[in-house]
């Protein structure tokens, strides 16, 4: 799908909060509210935007730890890799996971109610993997910035 600078537009502000009505969507873009509903529409059924989420306070919801795990596999196969992001992906606590370039094979966002949570995920899913050939963990002190919208490039 083609994106004009309209588009770009839209989704520009949409992405910061989607609650924002195509009034004034459109005033800001300079369309009216029914053609700005009619392009989110398309942005939508061709899967451009992929969902409309709530960003949530993880220490509101007695989640306090927030770790970056960096993990190295014995077997990097196609198989062996679908594996362990199948394993993951069913897991709540992780929150992101991205196979990476470098030393390590995956890079994972954990996000739990503490340190204690941190060790039982650890557990169930690393400590006893016998294709996890090691990770390191950094725990955040700090979210400095946390999932801003993207930058959209406008013509």
Same mark, same amino acid.
């Given at each position: 799908?083609?994106?004009?600078t309209?588009?770009?537009?839209?989704?520009?502000?949409?992405q910061?909060?989607?609650r924002?009505?195509?009034?004034?969507?459109g005033?800001?873009?300079?369309?009216s509210?029914?053609?700005?509903?009619?392009?989110?529409?398309r942005?939508?059924?061709?899967?451009?935007?992929?969902?409309?989420?709530?960003?949530?306070?993880?220490?509101q919801?007695?989640?306090?730890?927030?770790?970056? &795990?960096?993990? /190295? $596999?014995?077997?990097e196969? *196609?198989?062996a890799?679908?594996?362990?992001?199948?394993?993951? @992906? !069913? +897991?709540?606590e992780?929150?992101?996971?991205?196979?990476?370039?470098?030393?390590?094979?995956?890079v994972?966002?954990? &996000?739990?109610? /503490? $340190?204690?949570?941190?060790? *039982?995920?650890?557990?169930?899913?690393?400590?006893?993997?016998a @294709? !996890? +050939?090691?990770?390191t963990?950094?725990?955040?002190?700090d979210?400095?910035?946390?999932?801003?919208?993207l930058?959209?490039?406008?013509?």
């Amino acid at each position: 799908m083609t994106l004009d600078t309209l588009d770009r537009q839209i989704l520009a502000l949409y992405q910061r909060d989607t609650r924002v009505p195509s009034e004034q969507i459109g005033a800001r873009v300079g369309l009216s509210a029914a053609a700005v509903q009619r392009r989110l529409k398309r942005l939508r059924e061709s899967g451009v935007i992929t969902a409309e989420t709530a960003s949530l306070d993880c220490r509101q919801l007695g989640l306090g730890v927030t770790a970056i &795990v960096h993990v /190295d $596999l014995v077997d990097e196969s *196609a198989r062996a890799s679908r594996a362990f992001r199948d394993m993951v @992906n !069913v +897991r709540g606590e992780v929150q992101q996971c991205y196979g990476v370039t470098g030393e390590v094979d995956y890079v994972l966002v954990v &996000v739990v109610a /503490d $340190l204690a949570a941190y060790e *039982a995920f650890c557990d169930a899913c690393l400590l006893h993997d016998a @294709n !996890v +050939r090691s990770f390191t963990t950094q725990i955040v002190l700090d979210a400095a910035k946390r999932s801003d919208p993207l930058e959209i490039p406008i013509g």
